[in-house]
């Protein structure tokens, strides 16, 4: 079961800011294509509404389902690319960072296959010596490049790519990332000169609806680390970075409750390093550097297409302190908000900013619990049947409290518990999964007395109507009315079949087999009623 966030009380809601549309002016219509989802994650779909509730719905975390299990993973893996379904081989493939701790390399890219998304195996390529023995599934990338610019940071599968040797496309570079392809997702090469500029957090995402390939790099804003983004259309020529997604000064005026909520919080370990609030007590003029602390920035932000949205995870990092001995960064940990966008340029912050996916607690013991420090989401989730598949890497710390002592000098191991010992050889960093209902991310809430959703005009397009909606206790029906706002014959409220209990495809009908392919073409209105449910979506087939 997800877990729910309300986000605010609706009375009556007429303002439809994502479309422009003034308080009080007649309801202009929309295109709503067959098979085409309406979500309700902004009001573009709506021309008002009263006594409901919109929330955010959190996923149900599974946990690690990719762990470091073979020597050339070392004690830490990562990912920042999705699963690939690959049809022609039957398999989901997916690329890992692997933390061997070999003296050439700081990082290898790993091969993992799968062919249900739990249950992973990585295969012996032979193609890259580490530890001293290409036994490995690292793939083939140029050896003449070297860290950070042999990183790469997942991959897009076009099979509608002309040339079989570009059907996998990625980006290669932590801080210089250049376009790169393969035709089997194990032997990479170069494709062209261009460089984008980032630092060392990025995504690629193919924007199929707008035959377009977006970078979405790490950059910077007033308030630290930020994203940017820069598109292509043939991967070979770029577009220059402009700024994405930044954290903005309310989310500063949060980052002291955030951090404070975390550390008074006794189920949470970490961070390690943590000071005073700079803002409370000065920082000590002690000529050491001291990084900037105690506020908000975006580490890391996905991002995706689903049904008519960009949707994005961003990694909200909130720094605790200076890192010891070095100073060079800060330890502190992450949450992951949701976010949406129709244009890539205006985003909602959904959930009233509150965690989509939060960190894990220690309150069943550490083993195993790898999403309590860091947590950073793959770009797209896993559409599985009825539930959306979300990746993400959870790492346990940023400055591990096994290592180091409080002033930064060395642990002497030999002070470790035995649970200490156990988590420190259970590995550092893993791969993640946490699962939502299909089209799960807000819904639209009435208690039990009855609230109202009706639709901007838009043209019938389809010969059934479909919702998702859970009302175990209560009940959805519909009303078709004319674009004017008056009820169809046949199709009124008390004409439709109440939906009841958890469907996430329940067909909307009407007594007597009332049949709405008789009204195609016609442009009408869905008026939603809704006593103790909740609507997730609704579309026409």
């Known amino acids: 079961m997800s877990t729910a966030i309300r986000l605010f009380f609706v009375g009556v809601l007429v303002a439809i800011s994502a479309w422009g549309q003034a308080a009080g002016d007649a309801p202009s219509p929309i295109?709503?294509?067959?098979?085409?989802?309406?979500?309700?994650?902004?009001?573009?779909?709506?021309?008002?509404?009263?006594?409901?509730?919109?929330?955010?719905?959190?996923?149900?975390?599974?946990?690690?389902?990719?762990?470091?299990?073979?020597?050339?993973?070392?004690?830490?893996?990562?990912?920042?690319?999705?699963?690939?379904?690959?049809?022609?081989?039957?398999?989901?493939?997916?690329?890992?960072?692997?933390?061997?701790?070999?003296?050439?390399?700081?990082?290898?890219?790993?091969?993992?296959?799968?062919?249900?998304?739990?249950?992973?195996?990585?295969?012996?390529?032979?193609?890259?010596?580490?530890?001293?023995?290409?036994?490995?599934?690292?793939?083939?990338?140029?050896?003449?490049?070297?860290?950070?610019?042999?990183?790469?940071?997942?991959?897009?599968?076009?099979?509608?790519?002309?040339?079989?040797?570009?059907?996998?496309?990625?980006?290669?570079?932590?801080?210089?990332?250049?376009?790169?392809?393969?035709?089997?997702?194990?032997?990479?090469?170069?494709?062209?000169?261009?460089?984008?500029?980032?630092?060392?957090?990025?995504?690629?995402?193919?924007?199929?609806?707008?035959?377009?390939?977006?970078?979405?790099?790490?950059?910077?804003?007033?308030?630290?680390?930020?994203?940017?983004?820069?598109?292509?259309?043939?991967?070979?020529?770029?577009?220059?970075?402009?700024?994405?997604?930044?954290?903005?000064?309310?989310?500063?005026k949060m980052a002291p409750d955030v951090i404070n909520r975390r550390l008074n919080n006794p189920n949470m370990l970490g961070p390690f390093f943590v000071e005073p609030n700079p803002a409370v007590t000065p920082v000590p003029n002690d000529g050491l550097m001291h990084q900037p602390i105690w506020r908000a920035e975006v580490y890391n932000v996905g991002v995706f297409t689903y049904e008519g949205f960009y949707i994005g995870l961003p990694s909200m990092y909130y720094p605790t302190a200076t890192c010891l001995p070095e100073r060079n960064n800060t330890d502190g940990f992450h949450e992951i908000q949701l976010i949406a966008s129709r244009d890539l340029n205006s985003w909602i912050r959904l959930g009233d900013r509150k965690p989509f996916i939060e960190c894990s607690g220690i309150e069943k013991g550490r083993i195993g619990v790898y999403d309590r420090t860091q947590i950073l989401a793959a770009n797209a989730p896993l559409v599985k049947d009825d539930e959306l598949w979300f990746y993400y890497s959870g790492l346990k710390w940023r400055d591990s409290n096994y290592g180091l002592n409080k002033d930064g000098s060395p642990r002497d191991p030999a002070t470790l518990t035995d649970e200490e010992r156990a988590d420190l050889k259970d590995g550092w960093g893993a791969a993640c999964l946490a699962v939502l209902r299909r089209d799960g991310f807000v819904s639209l809430d009435s208690g039990y007395f009855a609230g109202s959703l009706t639709t901007r005009p838009f043209k019938l397009n389809g010969k059934r109507l479909y919702i998702n909606a859970a009302a175990a206790k209560g009940q959805v029906t519909v009303e078709l009315m004319s674009k004017d706002g008056r009820s169809i014959r046949g199709y009124s409220d008390s004409d439709c079949t109440p939906v009841v209990g958890d469907r996430v495809r329940a067909e909307v009908t009407w007594k007597d087999g009332a049949d709405i392919a008789s009204l195609s073409g016609q442009e009408i209105q869905l008026e939603f009623c809704l006593k103790s449910a909740s609507l997730y979506s609704f579309w026409m087939e």
């Open 31 to 252: 295109a709503l294509e067959p098979g085409a989802r309406q979500l309700f994650l902004d009001d573009a779909v709506i021309a008002k509404m009263s006594g409901l509730t919109r929330t955010m719905h959190q996923p149900e975390k599974r946990g690690a389902v990719l762990k470091p299990d073979i020597p050339t993973d070392g004690d830490l893996i990562q990912i920042r690319g999705e699963p690939v379904w690959i049809p022609e081989e039957g398999v989901y493939k997916i690329l890992y960072f692997a933390c061997a701790r070999d003296p050439k390399y700081s990082f290898g890219i790993a091969l993992a296959t799968s062919k249900d998304g739990l249950h992973w195996d990585k295969p012996n390529l032979g193609l890259v010596e580490a530890l001293g023995s290409k036994d490995n599934n690292w793939i083939a990338i140029p050896e003449e490049i070297a860290w950070p610019e042999n990183a790469m940071e997942g991959f897009v599968y076009d099979p509608d790519d002309p040339n079989p040797a570009h059907r996998y496309k990625g980006l290669m570079g932590a801080t210089r990332r250049r376009p790169v392809v393969s035709p089997d997702c194990i032997h990479w090469s170069p494709l062209g000169d261009a460089v984008i500029p980032s630092s060392d957090e990025g995504h690629l995402l193919h924007d199929r609806a707008h035959k377009q390939y977006c970078a979405i790099v790490k950059t910077g804003n007033e308030y630290g680390r930020a994203f940017s983004i820069a598109t292509s259309t043939d991967f070979e020529h770029w577009t220059p970075n402009r700024l994405l997604f930044g954290a903005d000064a309310i989310d500063q």
